[in-house]
């Protein structure tokens, strides 16, 4: 009911207040109090560095940019991106909602001119020391990553991290790059790149599983770089062999990286006896398992790994179609949830920045008498919310009083995907969740696990699929390339920000040149202008 015919019927360009109040003093009060906060920031702003209005006139501002990062609205995203590759930038388009075929002309369009797009929906980056989007602050070294998966490489490069080794650079691809579609294009591409720097001895591939057709290209670039490559395809197994060190987890990926580059495992503490204490506390009725899930590609891993504990699990993002949720409101028997997918997300940040929803969803989840464990991730780093222990933890409290009032226990499973570098800190984290009763455990495969044995200690069967195979294949593929990114690997990104400017703020921080551009929707936002623009500028 808060869509009035007023909101309907609003431009791009205009700003929607809209209240619901007990009375109409209430809202008026609330009105008048947003209208004085816009005109105080008009105010307040008025004495601001100028921002340029396109990319062009930003790339002529600041000296040496070499990177465009982009985080408008999907429909917008690939008309920047072209322009910014025509202007010679290099592309992380954080953007989602991109049309595939405007994925696969943009990524062709930066192969031929020798430059690196990551993306669209790329939402992890590091580059030369640079953390670009989300992700986490991270000691150089080493260890290279190629990666598929936003969250899959902010869980990788911090295990390595708080396992003493570093990371040279890590690329994202954007989740649809390894699709047929796509033909991994901008995988190949960076694979190419960190085969060429000198600084990367060790490199990490990270990606659900691929189409077969790009894998089999993938592994044969793989082996091409020269280098150790550690392979993770997140559901399957990777045939290793001649350079490729398989991974069935990104824990272990991690690890085994770590390993290769400094001749040393890391030694990551053991939990022993912890499944068997938190089931002996539950009640009869108590036997299902709910994952709620900020990252996707940690959501994935979680189904992955419960199946052989509790059998196939239901959520939005499920491994079976058969196991896919009528409702994503509305759990079923064992149910993970990525709370950052579409139907969550629309119109409303990301759950790493606002755990709203989240937080509902647990409470409800928690009034259930057949709930046991309650599954979670918690992803620190730049980009994401400045203290989520301090929105999670009460929470938390709340959840397992609502469980003891009705005389059951309520176990709380998580992980915290970061490291003590991070804005947030990674050790105040995990201790304000411990201090709420939540079980932390070092990854997110780890609290899967244990999710899992609390789960199959209650009562649940496991059920494992067989396993998918990925073959080496024999032939040569011809690496990308690679000499126009080499800049991008050898000294700090000069970056132009279209969009999000949380984005060049956590930029700033780190004493990276960034200038943002005070971008609008070209022709209003209106469709049929915009065709018509784009016709006029092929």
């Known amino acids: 009911d808060l869509l009035t015919a007023e909101a309907e019927a609003a431009r791009p360009d205009d700003l929607i207040l809209v209240v619901r109040a007990a009375s109409a003093e209430s809202a ?4 008048a109090t947003a209208q004085e906060l816009l005109v105080r920031r008009r105010e307040s702003t008025s004495g601001e560095v100028y921002r340029p209005k396109t990319l062009a006139t930003a790339v002529r501002m600041q000296s040496g940019t070499n990177l465009a990062l982009i985080s408008v609205p999907g429909r917008f995203a690939a008309g920047v991106g072209r322009d910014a590759l025509l202007a010679g930038l290099h592309v992380m388009l954080f953007s989602d909602n991109v049309p595939l075929e405007a994925e696969v002309e943009l990524k062709r369009l930066a192969l031929s001119r020798g430059l690196l797009l990551m ?9 030369s020391g640079a953390a670009l989007g989300f992700s986490n602050r991270v000691r150089s070294g080493s260890i290279g990553i190629v990666g598929a998966a936003g969250t899959g490489i ?5 295990l390595i991290h708080r396992g003493g080794a570093g990371i040279s650079h890590a690329i994202g691809t954007g989740g649809r790059d390894l699709t047929q579609t796509v033909g991994g294009m901008t995988a190949l591409h960076g694979l190419a790149a960190l085969a060429a720097d000198t600084g990367t001895h060790v490199i990490v591939l990270i990606s659900k599983p691929p189409s077969a057709d790009v894998a089999a290209r993938l592994l044969v670039a793989a082996r091409a770089t020269r280098k150790p490559v550690v392979v993770c395809f997140v559901g399957a197994t990777v045939a290793a062999g001649d350079g490729l060190h398989a991974a069935h987890t990104l824990e272990e990926a991690a690890s085994i990286a770590v390993r290769l580059a400094t001749g040393e495992a890391p030694r990551w503490p053991e939990v022993y006896a912890l499944p068997a204490q938190e089931a002996g506390r539950l009640a009869p009725s108590q036997k299902f398992i709910r994952g709620l899930y900020s990252g996707g590609t940690l959501c994935y891993e979680a189904l992955v790994l419960l199946e052989r504990y509790v059998g196939p699990v239901y959520s939005n993002t ?20 990525d709370m950052g997918s579409d139907e969550f997300t ?17 409470l409800k989840e928690a009034d259930n008498p057949e709930v046991a464990v309650i599954l979670l991730d918690v992803v620190l780093g730049h980009g994401a919310h400045p ?22 226990w309520l176990s709380v499973v998580a992980s915290v995907c970061g490291t003590e570098d991070d804005p947030q800190g990674y050790e105040a984290q995990a201790s304000a969740l411990i201090d709420a009763g939540v079980v932390v455990q070092l990854s997110n495969a780890r609290a899967v696990r244990l999710a899992g044995l609390i789960a199959e200690a209650a009562g649940s069967k496991g059920k494992p699929r067989e396993p ?3 073959q080496t294949a024999p032939g040569t593929v011809s690496l ?7 800049a991008l690997l050898t000294s700090l990104p000069h970056v132009v920000n279209v969009g999000l400017e949380l984005f060049a703020e956590s930029l700033a921080s780190q004493g990276v040149s960034v200038i943002s551009v005070d971008w609008q929707p070209p022709a209003g936002g209106k469709q049929k202008f915009i065709e018509m623009l784009d016709k006029l500028n092929a």
């Open 28 to 31: 008026d009060a609330a009105l």
């Open 480 to 486: 990308p390339d690679a000499a126009a990114i080499s």
């Open 154 to 158: 902010q869980e990788v490069t911090s």
């Open 387 to 408: 203290d989520p222990a301090s929105e999670l933890a009460p929470i938390v409290r709340r959840a397992k009083d609502t469980a003891r009032a009705q005389g059951r």
């Open 346 to 362: 629309v119109g409303r940040l990301h759950p790493m920045l606002d755990p709203v929803l989240r937080q509902q969803r647990l």
């Open 468 to 470: 998918n195979v990925i």
């Open 119 to 127: 993306g669209p929906d790329c939402g992890t980056a590091i580059l």
């Open 318 to 337: 499920p491994l079976d179609r058969a196991y896919a949720l009528e409702s994503a409101h509305r759990s079923a028997a064992h149910t993970v949830i």
